[in-house]
């Protein structure tokens, strides 16, 4: 919270000025019911002046209150003015300090608060902290003063009527506790409810062809329907509960009116208060109370804005895991392309499920390593530890010689590139998104680039060619042809060291083929190390490495892992059995 | 009141307190015929909307004679009358109350209207678009349609619950107070309505205004939000490629950019708070000076200028509000005409005179033609006869139409021309329900629904007993999936599956079909992401499962087809080979050279 807090202190004047406009414009309208009383009590009834009535004053009083309204106007909209400019550049700020923080999260903490709470809180929360300061600034001094002002005017008027605010004051708070303390735990209820049905919805709309196909068009109506019920139902009870609110407090403020006019009536009878103090009074407690109305307002967006707030605190005190560690040592430049793992542990923070033990590998510089094994063997995670993904929990991950932890993060990422498992393509033409991997890349290096990752043909088939929009994140071409892209944008960074964490397994095996053979005519200096699935991906490496349950069974060549090790054969027969003599 | 006056529609979802004026409204093509129909749904809710007339209509008039009594009170001050007081302060006393309980019962009947309503126009809705035909969700968007039944259903939830009747209550103090006033000093009640047009320009000049910020504001809204989706979700990339620093800059630049124009906007938006509490002075200062002048002339009582300060208020926050509830009424009709476009939509035809259940299995595909798109055929002259308990494997490249054959059987779409046969009887003439009863399928995207697993596992039948479900798991290999979640078949799949690999996932919609007992089997890649040695254990409980029934597999790896009854081999939509692994690999065909391709890895 502190971190937010700071953020604020810029615009400390701007807020004070808004604040201070806000006052003088409540000012004005509490002084308007004033002049009216003196318009009456003086101008019409005469009451200091024996009776005699006084058109002057009618018509004097009339022109000051006119300009005193302008002026009031021009307060409001100045208040308006600076809360904006004090409010918005707060909100950009955190905006701009969140999603700066969250770019160079490590992907531990990523996982950790999950992407789409990210962009809930920089987005959504970041609105609702906004909002909350521009109503902290305006609309709170705007209550504030209305009910300290109204009070302070009407107990000068007459202090017998402060005891029917005291009266009808707790009766409104008690009202308004009530409901915030019932609503509140209640739009948690509705938030779950809201979420649950969109939920419903997104899977059924995503999955119809699996609802279509078990027929359970009935069952997924019903399961729909009890979540529509019980969100409806929700709604219901929120919206009662809310609608006490007004009627509850319009009793008591009408009330309070009946008990001002008696009051009034009786202190006229006696003397000391005139007609036109009883009216103001009756403007006054309307006033005051509609203070107190918009206060419950101001609740609502605190408790929402101070959720926001805490949620945005989170995300600013996080400090980025991945840092340059400059304590280890630093190995000359003179190896180019190694990867070595030195007793490398790994284990999710989360659950604390330990997926890597012990982990002891030497990679060359220009080798072709493939990474084999069951799924959840921690194949990926392995690779995950090179470009620095995530941090060893255990041991040591040396690029090039040096510890990874010691290389600058950027160096780090330039040396080693990763072709992600999930090809994410980013809604622009498919030239930028191979560009991705060099930016300022020219045409011929693209096209290359594209070619031996052999996307270059269906690209040009594409309407535009390179210049053909990638739509939707991707959905626009098909899952091949999205690896493809990827792939191409990998190797047109040609860096040191490239993984292919298990990127080509849309592919068909022909095209997987042709990608490999590219790869190593045209990529023979850089080490490759490629996780994969099927034998045929892997024989040709030149060493292959067969991960089982987090530690390495096996490693060797194609040929001496037939011949040594028993899960390696395992795999091998599941896929090509005894066809081995074809 | 024209279409230029939308003050204060409430912008949904973006600071839903703060002032929100001008924030543009979308107009609904048929905005009349569309309300009609949308008041179609109140007809069964009767009752309810005769009360709540009823409710409005008694707070309206103690709303508006509450004042009157007040004036008099006033004016027996004045005159010195205090006996006469009591009274008028007690009848007042009754007035209030009722008024408040009046507008208590319209609070909670207009709650209960909308609950109804919208509980069944959204289960109308949800009904319909699970119903809706695969080509109809193909070529409308996802999110599209997802906006539709939620944002457009809240909307109009909202008009209904609560703007509809705000709406009459408010026409309702308009005329009742108008009454009021012209009965009291007309002159004085025509300077009142002075300050009333004075609101009225004043909102369109600043609306007008406005809008044009707003909407600016709203695309660089879109464009942050697009930009925060993006790089977050993709964020893996980002690092990946060192693109923290362009993708910071990046978003700073229209974060800016949006915070500059987001303070225009709003401070014209907000200035029309202050702009419209000077009018409200204004009128409050007319009523003060020249009430007194009248009073003075002896035209009106002291009285009646108290009367005319609460009157001209009440006069004046309907107007400001009938044009912010006519925006909001505008966008809900427009959210309703969508929805409503959903509900016209053709449902899927699913009739078929046979409801007997597949028996044998026999599959037979006559001359198939399809093409999804017009003019873009995707298969052609497809024949295929598959014998009852027979396996077939579909393989070819991507493209090559294996999928849409499994979505042509299905009954996904509608053929060109052909048939598709299955016991001898033409699909079309067999009730979707049943043709899909007797199929069980694995698709390519593992869809499993937020439930527990328990229930994902018994999706065909939730009657299906515990311990077939058990024995289902366990020939599935998903047993040891679930022995490692934390509640076992307890445990509730997060939305999408997201604390499931997606083998794992697949595995679970494996034991899925297995427990929909199926009379014909489709495996639409559905090992792809199982690595090969699970899948090994998976193809031994497959060779169970697969006996007496039918099977279409499509796969690309060629282990998983091997021993396939008969392979046929696609390419472009056309079938150009077909036979036995053996006999395929002695054509020396394509499928040959395919298979020497996984062999020999590299080498061709």
Redesign the interface.
């Known amino acids: 919270m502190g971190n937010l807090l700071k953020h604020l202190k810029k615009y400390w004047l701007l807020a004070l000025l808004a604040s201070g406009f806000m006052v003088a414009e409540v000012y004005v309208d509490l002084y308007q019911p004033r002049m009216m009383q003196r318009i009456v009590d003086e101008g019409i009834l005469g009451v200091s002046s024996g009776g005699v009535s006084n058109l002057d004053l009618v018509i004097s009083t009339g022109i000051r209150m006119l300009l005193i309204v302008i002026a009031g106007g021009l307060c409001g909209i100045g208040s308006a003015l600076f809360t904006n400019i004090a409010g918005q550049n707060y909100g950009n700020d955190i905006r701009k300090a969140c999603f700066e923080k969250v770019m160079r999260f490590s992907f531990e903490q990523t996982d950790r608060f999950s992407t789409g709470s990210l962009i809930t809180r920089i987005t959504n929360d970041v609105t609702q902290l906004q909002q909350l300061v521009m109503q902290m600034i305006r609309g709170l001094v705007r209550c504030v003063m209305f009910f300290i002002g109204g009070t302070a005017a009407l107990l000068s008027l007459d202090l017998s009527f402060g005891t029917i605010v005291a009266c009808a004051f707790p009766l409104i708070l008690i009202d308004i506790i009530f409901v915030v303390w019932r609503t509140n735990p209640l739009f948690t209820v509705l938030q779950e409810s809201l979420d649950r049905l969109n939920g419903i919805i997104q899977e059924n709309v995503a999955g119809i062809r699996v609802v279509k196909a078990f027929v359970q068009e009935k069952t997924e109506a019903q399961r729909f329907g009890e979540a529509n019920r019980h969100l409806v139902d929700t709604q219901f009870n929120v919206q009662v509960m809310l609608s006490f609110l007004r009627p509850v407090m319009n009793i008591v403020l009408n009330i309070a009116v009946v008990g001002v006019l008696y009051v009034g009536s009786v202190q006229v009878r006696q003397g000391g208060v005139a007609p036109g103090m009883v009216m103001a009074a009756i403007t006054y407690i309307s006033q005051i109370l509609n203070g107190m109305m918009m206060l419950a307002m101001i609740f609502q967006t605190l408790s929402r804005g101070m959720a926001s707030a805490k949620r945005l605190g989170e995300v600013l005190e996080t400090e980025s895991s991945i840092v340059r560690d400059d304590t280890l040592p630093q190995a000359s430049e003179a190896q180019k392309g190694t990867v070595s793992f030195r007793g490398v542990r790994f284990a999710y923070a989360h659950n604390g499920k330990t997926v890597l033990h012990d982990i002891n590998l030497d990679i060359a510089a220009g080798e072709t390593l493939a990474i084999i094994g069951a799924t959840g063997c921690g194949k990926s995670t392995l690779v995950n530890l090179i470009p620095r993904f995530y941090d060893a929990t255990g041991g040591q991950v040396l690029v090039d010689g040096t510890d990874v932890r010691a290389w600058e993060p950027s160096r780090l990422r330039e040396k080693v590139t990763m072709c992600l498992q999930k090809s994410e393509l980013f809604s622009t033409t498919i030239r930028d998104n191979i560009a991705i991997g060099k930016p300022g890349a020219s045409q011929e290096e693209i096209e290359a680039a594209a070619r031996a990752a052999q996307a270059d043909d269906f690209i040009r088939q594409q309407p535009e060619g390179y210049d053909t929009p990638v739509a939707e994140r991707g959905m626009s071409l098909s899952g091949g042809q999205r690896q493809r892209i990827a792939i191409a944008r990998a190797l047109l960074k040609r860096s040191e060291i490239l993984i292919f964490d298990d990127s080509t397994s849309a592919l068909d095996l022909k095209t997987e083929a042709k990608l490999y053979e590219a790869l190593s005519r045209d990529y023979g200096d850089v080490t490759k190390i490629i996780i994969a699935q099927r034998i045929a991906s892997v024989q040709n490496a030149d060493r292959i490495v067969v991960l089982d349950g987090g530690t390495i069974a096996a490693c060797g060549s194609h040929r001496e892992l037939m011949a040594s090790s028993p899960i390696y054969r395992d795999i091998y027969d599941s896929q090509l059995r005894e066809e081995a003599t074809a | 009141m024209s279409g230029a006056i939308q003050s204060r529609a409430a912008q949904q979802g973006?600071?839903r307190?703060?002032p929100n004026l001008g924030a543009p409204t979308e107009k609904p093509k048929d905005g009349r015929q569309t309300l009609r129909r949308l008041l179609g749904y109140f007809r069964p809710e009767l009752k309810y909307v005769i009360y709540l007339a009823l409710s409005v209509v008694l707070a309206v008039a103690a709303g508006v004679i509450?004042p009157r009594l007040?004036s008099s009170?006033?004016d027996?001050?004045?005159a010195?009358e205090?006996d006469a007081?009591?009274p008028i302060?007690g009848m007042?006393?009754c007035v209030?109350?009722v008024?408040?309980?009046a507008?208590?019962l319209?609070?909670?009947l207009?709650?209960?209207l909308?609950?109804?309503v919208?509980?069944r126009l959204?289960?109308e809705l949800?009904?319909k678009?699970?119903?809706?035909p695969?080509p109809y969700?193909d070529s409308h968007?996802?999110?599209d349609?997802?906006s539709r039944?939620?944002n457009d259903a809240e909307n109009v939830?909202n008009v209904i619950?609560s703007s509809l009747s705000s709406l009459f209550s408010g026409v309702l103090t308009l005329i009742g107070t108008l009454v009021m006033m012209f009965s009291y000093s007309v002159p004085l009640t025509l300077l009142t309505c002075v300050t009333v047009l004075l609101s009225v320009l004043v909102t369109r000049v600043m609306s007008a205004l406005m809008r044009r910020y707003y909407l600016k504001r709203q695309v660089l809204l879109g464009q942050?939000?697009?930009i925060?989706?993006?790089?977050?979700?993709?964020?893996?990339?980002?690092?990946?490629?060192?693109?923290?620093e362009?993708?910071?800059r990046d978003?700073?630049e229209t974060?800016?950019a949006?915070?500059k124009t987001?303070?225009i906007a709003?401070?014209i938006g907000?200035?029309m708070?202050?702009?419209m509490?000077?009018i409200n002075?204004?009128s409050?200062?007319i009523v003060?000076?020249f009430g007194?002048?009248f009073?003075?002339r002896g035209m009106i009582s002291?009285g009646v200028?108290?009367a005319f300060?609460i009157y001209s208020k009440q006069f004046s926050r309907p107007i400001n509000e009938l044009a912010q509830l006519y925006g909001q009424i505008q966008t809900a009709v427009a959210g309703a005409e969508r929805i409503f476009s959903v509900l016209d939509a053709e449902s899927?035809d699913k009739s078929g005179s046979r409801e007997l259940p597949v028996h044998e299995g026999v599959i037979e595909f006559k001359n198939v033609n399809f093409s999804y798109v017009p003019g873009k055929q995707v298969i052609y002259d497809f024949n295929l006869r598959v014998e009852a308990g027979k396996k077939i494997a579909l393989v070819g490249?991507?493209?090559s139409g294996k999928t849409t054959i499994v979505n042509l059987l299905?009954r996904?779409y509608e053929l060109d021309s052909g048939c598709i046969t299955v016991d001898g009887a033409d699909i079309r003439d067999i009730s979707?329900?049943v043709l899909?009863?007797a199929?069980g399928?694995v698709?390519q995207d593992s869809?499993l629904?937020?439930d527990t697993v328990r229930n994902n596992l018994k999706?065909?039948d939730?009657s299906i007993s515990d311990k077939k479900m058990i024995e289902a798991a366990e020939s599935s290999n998903c047993d040891k999936v679930v022995a490692a979640l934390p509640d076992g078949y307890d445990t509730v799949l997060t939305?999408?599956g997201a604390n499931l690999?997606?083998?794992?996932r697949q595995l679970l919609t494996i034991g899925?079909a297995f427990l929909?007992y199926p009379k014909i089997l489709i495996l639409d890649e559905a090992t792809?992401?199982?690595?090969?040695?699970?899948?090994?254990q998976i193809q031994n409980a497959m060779v169970e499962l697969m006996k007496n029934r039918t099977s279409l597999i499509i796969a690309?790896?060629?282990?998983t087809i091997?021993d396939a009854d008969q392979i046929v081999v696609m390419e472009q939509g056309h079938i150009i080979e077909t036979g036995t692994h053996e006999e395929l690999?002695k054509k020396k065909g394509d499928y040959y050279?395919?298979?020497?391709?996984?062999?020999?890895?590299?080498?061709?």
């Not at chain 2, 678009?129 to 809706?132: A, G, K, S, T």
């Not at chain 2, 925060?228 to 923290?244: F, I």
């Not at chain 2, 792809?528 to 090994?536: G, H, I, L, N, P």
């Not at chain 2, 690309?556 to 282990?559: E, G, V």
């Open positions: 973006f600071g307190r703060g509450a007040q009170v006033i027996d001050l004045v010195r205090f007081i009591p302060l007042m006393l209030y109350i008024n408040g309980v507008t208590l319209q609070g909670f207009s709650a209960r909308g609950q109804r919208i509980y959204r289960a949800f009904g678009v699970i119903n809706l695969i969700l968007s996802h999110g349609l997802m039944m939620t939830s619950s942050l939000n697009g925060v989706e993006e790089k977050v979700s993709a964020g893996k990339t980002v690092t990946a490629y060192n693109l923290q362009a993708t910071i978003f700073a974060s800016d949006l915070t987001g303070i709003d401070v907000n200035a708070g202050p702009l509490n000077m002075n204004f409050f200062v003060a000076a007194a002048w009073a003075l002291v200028i108290s300060i899927e490249s991507t493209g299905m996904f979707c329900d899909r009863d199929v399928i698709l869809v629904f937020t999706y065909a939730r939305a999408a690999s997606q083998g794992q899925r929909s792809s992401s199982v690595d090969t040695r699970t899948e090994k690309h790896r060629l282990s091997r690999l050279r395919l298979y020497m391709t996984q062999f020999a890895g590299q080498a061709t």
